[in-house]
């Protein structure tokens, strides 16, 4: 057995000053579930973990890089209707960086901002090319 065929995806660790608030704000925005840990809040999207432990003054941690930047360029999450996820998320207030647009046929994408300036995008595939 190769080390690449037991490679499987696990999840996404962010920093936050207010783990509470970018928790919320997931839970509001995307409708995350906020599963609480030792020391941080997890998340569950979309069956994807997501995991928040704070920043707090000396501990070494990096302020948040301006979009874009070198390294993470930002988190994809599918959706269906883009548009009528588009409509609820600002009925909501939340900031898009990229309304949606067709990227090619059959995929519409657009972009949202997360805390800490957090890129994500929206994507819909059409059934025939996912």
């Known amino acids: 057995m190769s080390l690449m065929s037991s490679i499987v995806w696990d999840h996404v660790h962010l920093r936050s000053p207010d783990?509470?608030?970018?928790?919320k704000w997931f839970e509001?925005?995307?409708?995350?579930?906020?599963?609480?840990?030792?020391?941080r809040i997890d998340l569950?999207?979309?069956?994807a973990r997501i995991f928040i432990a704070p920043v707090t003054d000396g501990d070494g941690v990096n302020?948040?890089?301006?979009?874009?930047?070198?390294?993470?360029?930002?988190?994809?999450?599918?959706?269906?209707?883009?548009?009528?996820v588009a409509a609820e998320?600002?009925?909501?207030?939340?900031?898009?960086?990229?309304e949606p647009y067709t990227l090619r046929p059959g995929i519409r994408i657009c972009f949202?901002?997360?805390p800490q300036g957090?890129?994500?995008?929206?994507?819909?595939?059409?059934?025939?090319?996912?």
């Open 63 to 84: 302020p948040p890089p301006v979009t874009p930047y070198q390294g993470l360029d930002h988190i994809g999450l599918a959706v269906k209707d883009i548009d009528d």
């Open 28 to 39: 509001q925005k995307l409708g995350a579930e906020i599963v609480r840990a030792p020391n």
């Open 19 to 23: 783990p509470e608030a970018t928790a």
């Open 44 to 47: 569950n999207l979309g069956g």
């Open 89 to 98: 998320l600002k009925g909501k207030g939340v900031e898009f960086t990229r």
């Open 112 to 114: 949202i901002r997360g």
């Open 118 to 130: 957090i890129s994500i995008e929206l994507l819909e595939r059409d059934k025939k090319y996912q």
